[in-house]
């Protein structure tokens, strides 16, 4: 289950993500949890399942993955892994992650393996790890290319 504490929250809102767990944050429950108020009394659905269709369509209003977090994993903070986890859950339709088993920055993920994803995220420990392997090799790429042309 994904953790969802004011750290969170305020990462979130400072750094401008724009995934689908608004409603979560706004009021602090499960995705199935909508107020009376917020139901339109015509149609009978949410203000959150509007909301949430609106999103699906602009997909190419998101924020670049660049803008909420660095591309060096070895750079990121333990606020820039949270960001990550979020994207890749939202992006890879990953479902829940609990946030607070990666207590740690970027590097501290590079000494993860395998295993240790896994049972950080039994679901979604697999593409997980992939996602940040692909990104470390391509950071060290990037670092050997530039250590190249000089």
Not at 44 to 54: D, I, K, L, P
């Given at each position: ?16 993500y724009t995934g689908d767990y608004t409603h979560r944050m706004q ?21 959150h399942r509007r909301r949430h269709e609106q999103r699906r369509s ?93």
């Amino acid at each position: 289950m994904v953790i969802w504490n004011s750290t969170v929250i305020e990462i979130q809102h400072r750094r401008g993500y724009t995934g689908d767990y608004t409603h979560r944050m706004q009021y602090g429950q499960g995705a199935d949890f909508v107020p009376r108020s917020d139901r339109d009394k015509s149609t009978g659905t949410s203000r959150h399942r509007r909301r949430h269709e609106q999103r699906r369509s602009l997909q190419s209003t998101r924020l670049p993955v660049a803008a909420m977090f660095p591309e060096d994993p070895r750079d990121w903070a333990r606020d820039d892994v949270i960001s990550w986890l979020l994207w890749a859950s939202d992006h890879y339709r990953l479902g829940p992650v609990d946030v607070e088993k990666f207590h740690m920055n970027g590097k501290g993920l590079i000494y993860l393996n395998k295993d240790g994803f896994e049972r950080r995220a039994p679901s979604a420990g697999d593409k997980l790890f992939q996602d940040f392997r692909v990104r470390f090799a391509r950071a060290i790429m990037a670092e050997k290319n530039a250590h190249c042309k000089v």
